[in-house]
Structure formats: structure tokens, C-alpha cells
């Protein structure tokens, strides 16, 4: 019966609460805005807004807490019904901290009172020793109807659990739906209204309630006008006997005491929270409070007597509350149950900030260089190509390296025929002559790419292993290796630093290119991925440069 009057007690209050949910929430938080971070996690907010590989996530904001005050239903669903009208009543404070988006913790405080009537005969008289007149064989009627008050502090401690605010298809809801589950250390005294009138040690009654004056068939009527009769016209509403309790500190406590007791109890519930706007919510709530105490309304369940359970009384409280958001606006984002993290994502996805998206471009001859970048549009496929979309011409002698049978032809060898295959002089003709030193000729070099890191491909390395030929060829050059970046940063500029490295190393120590002859030159604007060799001729470079940005220096 408690438990159907609850419910329709708890749509009502839904309803009402319903009308106040009418402002859009603000749900969806820019996780770039850094003004918002702890100084403790504002290594991991830098790291993720440098795009580090390292940190794929950004920190987690400062969030408001949320204070509240709360008023509503308080029933024992025990084996007394509630008393006829209204329920009982509780107030108290909320503190509640988001430690997610998901979950979240809240502290109460309360204080309730509750009443409860019966509608029965009741001839159970083991339950308090003050009900022993009401026996036949004292001279009483032979039963009694319970009836009882009940005083709780209601303390807990639960941990919430929204179950909305990741939304996948819309940006917010104006509702929060949340369950919940937590401790409440439930603190209680119960009295029972046994009689008319206290004598003056508060102990007797100067007059007993007299149930053979009830008029004949009384208990045949329906437990409504039971009740009602028994409320307006029986009964005084005193109170004045506490009653019987399952006391620790001795095995029973029948009445006269007005010690409180505790019992650790566990709840269960849920909720909603309707945001007003953004720092105003209300909220209406259900929580179920096992307490594993069967004295909570003054009656316990002994085998033989009728018509109830031997079941523990349990609570029920139905709350409507209000609730500000408390904080600095400006330091702290809204509580996170109140947001949808997955927002910002789709805002990216739609409108780009943060992500670093490359555009696709036309590569007509598929040699991965744009048209709009590729100064030979036409080139043959499989015919590899330098940055500028040009094919590659190891040794300098006009044919592309894909058409070249000799991909290396010395200087005094060239010029070549069609196929790139050289016409040496005599030896014997020639074994005299001494080649005067001249001015650089060394033509064009090749390029090589990285696909990742600093490791070089294979082909990388046939490549340097036939320009290093075409190096120690033309010992009178000087040879600038030349390293680049797509955009401004620390990190970039070191890999490219570091390439640039590698390609040096690999020559001198794998191709005995002397080291005095190649230059150091990086964080050039350009493809990243690209080392250039180039004649160092008029141009500015410098023998070694030391690593700009150590800490971000990559190893193979």
C-alpha cells in the first residue's frame, strides 16, 4: 500500500518538476581552452595541443560542484502502513562532485519524520512490555492496533551515475537521468501513542485506550474508514512511549529510552535533473534504504500472529531539490554530468580547430606530387621523382633514371646515348692525361624520402649509394644535404634536423663520402618527408649545426 501511494506521490512530483525543464542546456564543452585546466595536468594540455604522438588526449577541465537543498516523502515500508493523508516529511543539504562524465559523487545531510496507523487487530504483545494491559488476561481486550512515530537523521554518501549525457546524435538534452547506489548511515527513535493522558514520571498512562468501546463490526469496514475513525476519534496523537529497539549495547530496549540508533544501511535509486539554466537546476528523485532493522516503525514480525511479513522496514524517500552550480565561470566548465564530451568531437569533425585534416589534391600522373606543384605533369609511371614532380637523373645525364641501363655513368664517360649508356675514351690513349681541377660539375643529385621516422628505406639507400659514387666523382664539390618541414614547431624542425643527420651518417660511414664535404642544412620549408642533395655551389650552409630541440631528438 506504501509502496503504490509512493509512486502516485512520485509522478506528481515528476510533473511538476517537468514543467521547469523549458531552457536549453549549454552541453557541449571546448576542451582546447586551456584557461579551464588544473596547473597539475597542464603537461598533458600542452603535449595534445602541440599534436604530440605521445598524448592523443587532452586534460581533464576544472568542473563546478554543485550545492543543494532537498525536501519531500519519507515512508517506512515496514509492517505498519503509512498514516492516512500526507506521507512523512525530510529536508536537508547536498554536496555533489563530478568525478567523470559518467560518474559523479554526492554527500546529504537529512532529517525526516514519519508517521504510521494500522488497520488490523493486533494480539502480538511480545513486541513492548508496555502493551501488556492490552492482554485479556490482564483485564484488556486482547489486541491492539499499532501505531507509531518515527525521528531519522538521514545521512549518505552515494555514487551517481548519468546515463544520458553521451549523446551521440544530438548536442544535449534537457534532461539528466541518473541512477545511484551508496551508503546512509540511517539514525533513528521511535515512540508509540499507547494511551490517553502521562503520568508524571512519563513511565504509566493515567488511561489506557479503551478498543471495547469501538462499536460492534468496527474492524469490518474498509481500512480506510478504519484508519480515519481510528486518527479523528480514537486516538490523542501523544506519543509518549518509545518503543521497543534491537539495541547493541543490550539485546532489547523496551521503551522509556530516548537513545538514538544506527543501523549502516545501503540505497539504491534514481532520478532526474532538469537544468534551468547555467547555474540553476531542479531535480526529483526515488531512493530505496535497505536498513536490515525490523523495529524502525515499533512492530516486529514474531511467528504466529497475522498478516505480515517478516520482512525488515525499509525506507522510502522521494525528494524534489534545487541545486546551484558553484564556481568561477571563468576557471571551471559546468559540472560534467551536465555535458556531452562527444560535442566537440563532431564540432571538429564538422568545423576543424585542432585536427590537423590534409586536403586531397589532384596527382594526375600518380607520381605523389599535386599538379598544381608538379613542374612535369606527365611523367611516366613508375618513374620515381623529386619534390618538384621531376624525374630523377642520378647521375646528370639526361635520361630519367627509369629509362637509364646505366644509372651511374662517370662525367668523362657522358655524353650518352639515348638509353644512358656512355662512351668511355681509350685507357691507353688516355692513361696520361692528367684532369686539371676545375669549377663544380656535378649536376643534379637525387632526393630520397622517409616514409616515417629517421630509418632509411632501401631504396633510400641505393639511391645515396649511387650518389655517393657521383660524389667521390667530383672530388672539387661540396655537397649541401638539405632537410625540410611542413609547418613551424619545435618537434618539426627536429626531425627534420634529424633526417638530415641520418642521410650525412649514411654516406660518410656506409659510403666513405668524405665528411668535410657535405654541408648541414635543415628546417627549410617543404615536404617533410624529404632529404635533398644538392650542388653546394653559391650556396649558405654550415659544416655541423648542433640538434635546435634535443628533447623531442629522435633515434632510429
Not at 515496514?78 to 567523470?100: C, E, F, H, M, T
Not at 646505366?406 to 685507357?427: F, N, S, W, Y
Amino acid at each position: 500500500m506504501a509502496i503504490k501511494k509512493y509512486a502516485l506521490l512520485t509522478s506528481l512530483m515528476l510533473s511538476v518538476a517537468a514543467t521547469g525543464a523549458y531552457a536549453q542546456l549549454q552541453g557541449v564543452i571546448n576542451v582546447a581552452d586551456s584557461s579551464k585546466i588544473p596547473a597539475k595536468r597542464m603537461a598533458q594540455q600542452n603535449e595534445w595541443l602541440n599534436h604530440s604522438p605521445n598524448e592523443p588526449f587532452p586534460a581533464k577541465p576544472r568542473n563546478m560542484w554543485q550545492l543543494g537543498v532537498y525536501g519531500g516523502a519519507f515512508i517506512i515500508d515496514g509492517d505498519v502502513s503509512p498514516y492516512p493523508g500526507l506521507p512523512g516529511w525530510n529536508v536537508g543539504i547536498q554536496a555533489r562532485k563530478a568525478l567523470g562524465y559518467v560518474v559523479s559523487v554526492r554527500a546529504q545531510l537529512g532529517y525526516g519524520v514519519t508517521k504510521g496507523l494500522d488497520y488490523k487487530k493486533n494480539p502480538n504483545f511480545l513486541n513492548n512490555a508496555n502493551l501488556e494491559p492490552y492482554r485479556s488476561s490482564n483485564g484488556g481486550p486482547g489486541f491492539y492496533v499499532p501505531n507509531f512515530k518515527t525521528e531519522a537523521i538521514l545521512p549518505s554518501v552515494d555514487l551517481l551515475f548519468s546515463m544520458n549525457n553521451l549523446m551521440f546524435h544530438k548536442k544535449q538534452s534537457k534532461v539528466n537521468w541518473y541512477l545511484l547506489g551508496g551508503t546512509t548511515p540511517f539514525i533513528y527513535r521511535t515512540k508509540l501513542d499507547l494511551g490517553r493522558g502521562v503520568s508524571a514520571d512519563g513511565s504509566t498512562y493515567a488511561t489506557m485506550y479503551d478498543y471495547a468501546s469501538l462499536p460492534a463490526g468496527f474492524f469490518n469496514q474498509s481500512r480506510k474508514d478504519i484508519k480515519k475513525y481510528l486518527k479523528d476519534n480514537f486516538f490523542d496523537g501523544d506519543y509518549e512511549t518509545y518503543a521497543r529497539v534491537n539495541d547493541r549495547a543490550q539485546n532489547f530496549d523496551d521503551g522509556g529510552s530516548d537513545k538514538w540508533q544506527i543501523r549502516h544501511s545501503w540505497d539504491i535509486g534514481t532520478g532526474l535533473e532538469f537544468r534551468l539554466s547555467q547555474r540553476l537546476s531542479l531535480g526529483a528523485e526515488i531512493k530505496y534504504v535497505f536498513t536490515q532493522d525490523d523495529y524502525i516503525d515499533g512492530w516486529k514480525f514474531v511467528g504466529g500472529t497475522t498478516a505480515h511479513t517478516p520482512q525488515n522496514d525499509n525506507l522510502i524517500l522521494g525528494n524534489l531539490s534545487v541545486n546551484f552550480n558553484i564556481g568561477n565561470s571563468a576557471k571551471r566548465v559546468a559540472p560534467l554530468w551536465q555535458l556531452n564530451p562527444l560535442g566537440y568531437l563532431y564540432n571538429e569533425i564538422q568545423n576543424p580547430t585542432h585536427l590537423q585534416i590534409k586536403p586531397i589534391l589532384d596527382d594526375a600522373d600518380g607520381d605523389g606530387v599535386v599538379d598544381q606543384f608538379d613542374v612535369e605533369p606527365n611523367t611516366p609511371a613508375g618513374c620515381p621523382v623529386d619534390t618538384k614532380g621531376k624525374s630523377r637523373d642520378t647521375d646528370g645525364d639526361g635520361v630519367p633514371d627509369c629509362r637509364d641501363k646505366e644509372l651511374i655513368t662517370p662525367t668523362q664517360c657522358q655524353p650518352v646515348d639515348a638509353e644512358g649508356v656512355g662512351k668511355c675514351p681509350d685507357p691507353e690513349c688516355c692513361k696520361n692525361i692528367q684532369t686539371p681541377l676545375a669549377a663544380c660539375q656535378i649536376g643534379s643529385l637525387p632526393s630520397v624520402q622517409f616514409k616515417s621516422g629517421v630509418k632509411l628505406t632501401a631504396e633510400a639507400e641505393a639511391i645515396l649509394a649511387a650518389a655517393a659514387g657521383q660524389i667521390k666523382a667530383n672530388p672539387t664539390c661540396k655537397v649541401v644535404v638539405v632537410g625540410y618541414m611542413e609547418q613551424s614547431s619545435k618537434r618539426a624542425e627536429q626531425l627534420s634536423w634529424d633526417r638530415v643527420n641520418t642521410v650525412i651518417k649514411y654516406l660518410v660511414e656506409k659510403q666513405g663520402v668524405s665528411r668535410d664535404r657535405l654541408l648541414f642544412k635543415h628546417g627549410q620549408s617543404g615536404a617533410a618527408n624529404t632529404v635533398d642533395l644538392q650542388d653546394a655551389t653559391g650556396q649558405s650552409a654550415d659544416a655541423y649545426v648542433n640538434p635546435p630541440h634535443p628533447q623531442f631528438q629522435t633515434s632510429k
